[in-house]
């Protein structure tokens, strides 16, 4: 699939494109409302939403490169919102996609982008209705800035939040880690390793959804993004003031993914994903929960890596490979490789 | 994973736990020289396996710890400069400077970018012409070779515009200065084995002759570092000082001689300043007069001022294997890794970074 006429006139993108002229009009025609399927020339969406609760989260993404292996800007666009509702136990129903792009930007690549937004969009049963375009000069922008707004609606009756984590509870993991970060910074600083590591990127609703609608007790759940595994390990302990161990031996890690980090001096746990989440369900409902995880995990390697405590609050423990203990901290700030 | 989950295996662990605490009949104190040991005692609980009778002191090995902060400053004087894309290590954008880091310089416009190898940094150099682009070259032994063979390659190729920042340490002097020390409790060493891959380990006969240590040339899994802690006590035990290489996979005796030969042209030994403990005679390596064109303290124009470290920090002593890093008033009070006073917080192999991420909390 190529980018339609007339955008093809114009292979990059220009100031105007950005302008509010016929320019604009011709990319929000051409280009999204293609993509997005929009009807409506209207400042806002008017949308029907069911009697209940509703979800609303924002996520802005800037990623370099665009492309990487198993994953782009558009699809993190989409999945990144969709997946913040999920773990709000929200159905996502509705998104809004802003773009910031720089003058020059290649118009097959937003046309690209926008394309594997749609189809993101798609898999998550969630549509794109309102957005915005600004075009930046050259140099002042990284290519292609997206923001995405997303409402969901929550159906079932109890919060799922930290403050309803009990002492007792398991924390399960949805599949392997790392494998966004890793798959990014070997696309970006060209590093070549023999197997090629590709991006979790997915939609975690459909799995968050089977598991309320098969009464699985979740108390809460979280997206392991930035920071890894070990941030929002600390960041639940921390909010739930309770005490939780890890046992390291438990947690995937892909192989390739393990070699890339141990040549880096990276921690895993310290990698983003795009695709995985920890819950913390009744430890009976532990196994329901994992057999629904893997149902929706390429990987199929979902895995109970921990159990709650009362110990000390806001405290994570790691049962090494080895048999030692050892805190597992929050990781700070940027992962820079080791020296040696 | 092959070569990696082997000397991770929770069994054999526990056998060599059980082995060292059978033989050990004495308290013993014993340093790990590099921090990538440190680094993995701490993130695989070591300790935890080992008899209380055994005290682990954890050494100077830390490139990023030990890099005086007079070279930080020229550093970011250096990558402050708009004709400079300056290229470090990834560990050393966020070691403090007297004011600033690389981190901030970055931020404030300064083209400092990560490499993972300084060869890297010479086709970068061929890329913009138009450019000084500076490899900060520190590390020990290491990462000697592969620094020499980026001024090697730039000199034969005539790459002008490729220069190094040279803090280049040596372990062998920095043994001998805690040994020295009127205070030094250390008994035993496990030697750091990736410096031995290029140096191999002639050069300890000396040290064990005239202090009479054990040191043992020990890998970097918990399974090496256990056997290496065994053979050490073993020798400490029996009364014996003698030179021991665990790490047979990787080390020979002599080394690997074409590295050395390049290294010897490419470098000479003069006396460096280590951060925290101050200047050690015939510890480092400067750049040879054949190679001295591609000296970027020659070739820029950076203050020389002597820096004050913060007095409340006692990374030096922590180097010097005299306190352990929970010991520090500061240590994850006003020190923390976002905001290190000294080096050993800032670098993962830091003994205080180690300590804060893995075992912060827990009493000294």
Redesign the interface.
């Known amino acids: 699939m190529t980018c339609p006429l007339p955008l093809a006139q114009y292979p990059r993108v220009l100031l105007a494109h950005g302008g509010g002229g016929r320019l604009m009009q011709q990319l929000i025609e051409k280009m999204f409302h293609a993509a997005f399927g929009n009807t409506d020339a209207h400042d806002a969406a008017v949308l029907d939403i069911p009697q209940s609760k509703l979800a609303m989260t924002t996520d802005s993404y800037v990623v370099r490169p665009l492309f990487f292996s198993g994953g782009d800007i558009g699809t993190l666009a989409v999945n990144g919102t969709v997946n913040d509702l999920a773990m709000a136990g929200a159905k996502p129903l509705y998104l809004s996609a802003s773009f910031i792009l720089e003058e020059g930007l290649e118009m097959e690549t937003l046309w690209r982008v926008t394309q594997a937004m749609r189809a993101a969009a798609g898999a998550a049963g969630v549509k794109i209705v309102t957005g915005d375009t600004k075009v930046v000069e050259r140099g002042h922008g990284d290519g292609l800035f997206i923001n995405t707004a997303g409402i969901g609606v929550i159906e079932h009756g109890f919060s799922i939040a930290p403050d309803q984590v009990k002492a007792g509870d398991a924390v399960l993991l949805n599949g392997d880690i790392g494998r966004h970060g890793m798959a990014v910074m070997a696309r970006r600083?060209n590093?070549n390793f023999e197997s090629d590591i590709k991006s979790d990127t997915m939609q975690l609703s459909e799995t968050v959804q089977e598991l309320l609608a098969a009464g699985v007790r979740v108390r809460c759940l979280r997206d392991a993004t930035r920071g890894g595994l070990a941030a929002v390990l600390n960041e639940i302990a921390s909010a739930a003031k309770l005490q939780i161990d890890i046992d390291d031996?438990t947690i995937p890690v892909d192989?390739a993914v393990?070699?890339a980090c141990?040549i880096?001096?990276l921690?895993p746990l310290h990698v983003a994903n795009e695709g995985r989440f920890v819950a913390f369900v009744s430890a009976e409902d532990a196994p329901l929960a994992l057999e629904i995880m893997n149902r929706h995990t390429p990987q199929k390697n979902a895995a109970r890596i921990g159990t709650v405590t009362q110990g000390?609050k806001g405290?994570v423990t790691l049962a090494?490979?080895?048999?030692?203990?050892?805190?597992l901290?929050m990781p700070?700030?940027?992962l820079?490789?080791?020296?040696? | 994973?092959k070569y990696?989950d082997e000397y991770?295996?929770?069994d054999t662990?526990?056998k060599y736990a059980a082995a060292i605490g059978d033989i050990t009949t004495k308290p013993w104190t014993i340093m790990e020289v590099c921090g990538?040991q440190t680094h993995a005692i701490?993130?695989?609980?070591?300790?935890?396996?080992l008899p209380e009778k055994i005290n682990l002191v954890h050494g100077p090995g830390c490139?990023?710890c030990v890099t005086p902060v007079e070279m930080v400053d020229k550093a970011i004087v250096i990558a402050a400069l708009p004709e400079v894309i300056f290229c470090s290590?990834?560990?050393?954008?966020?070691v403090p400077g007297t004011k600033s880091d690389l981190?901030s310089v970055r931020a404030a416009g300064g083209d400092v970018r990560?490499v993972?190898s300084p060869l890297d940094a010479v086709a970068m150099a061929r890329k913009n012409p138009e450019k000084q682009v500076v490899f900060f070259a520190?590390?020990?032994e290491?990462?000697a070779p592969a620094n020499a063979m980026a001024v090697h390659l730039a000199k034969t190729e005539g790459v002008q515009n490729f220069s190094v920042l040279v803090s280049h340490v040596l372990v062998p002097p920095a043994m001998e200065s805690i040994l020295s020390s009127p205070q030094n409790k250390v008994q035993g060493f496990l030697a750091a084995g990736?410096v031995c891959t290029v140096m191999g380990y002639k050069e300890y006969a000396p040290i064990v002759q005239k202090y009479k240590v054990p040191v043992v040339v020990t890998g970097f899994e918990?399974?090496d570092i256990l056997q290496g802690l065994y053979m050490c006590i073993r020798q400490l035990e029996k009364g014996r000082a003698a030179v021991e290489n665990q790490y047979s996979r990787a080390v020979q005796e002599s080394g690997n001689m074409p590295a050395q030969e390049l290294i010897s042209k490419v470098f000479r030994v003069i006396p460096r300043k280590w951060r925290g403990i101050g200047e050690i005679p015939q510890s480092g390596w400067g750049l040879t007069a054949e190679y001295a064109a591609f000296d970027a303290e020659k070739r820029f124009d950076i203050a020389h001022a002597a820096r004050e470290e913060p007095t409340e920090c006692i990374s030096g002593l922590v180097l010097l294997g005299q306190k352990k890093p929970a010991q520090c008033p500061a240590f994850g009070k006003t020190c923390?890794?976002?905001h290190p006073l000294g080096a050993t917080m800032v670098?993962?192999?830091g003994a205080c970074a180690a300590y804060?991420?893995?075992?912060?909390?827990?009493a000294a």
């Open positions: 600083e590093l031996a192989p393990k070699s141990e880096l001096g921690d000390s405290r090494t490979a080895i048999g030692g203990r050892r805190i901290d700070s700030g940027e820079l490789p080791r020296i040696c | 994973m990696l991770r295996d929770a662990a526990r990538g701490v993130r695989f609980g070591i300790e935890d396996l490139p990023v290590f990834g560990d050393m954008l966020r981190l990560i993972y520190v590390g020990f290491t990462t990736h918990p399974l923390t890794p976002e670098s993962g192999e804060y991420r893995y075992r912060k909390g827990e």
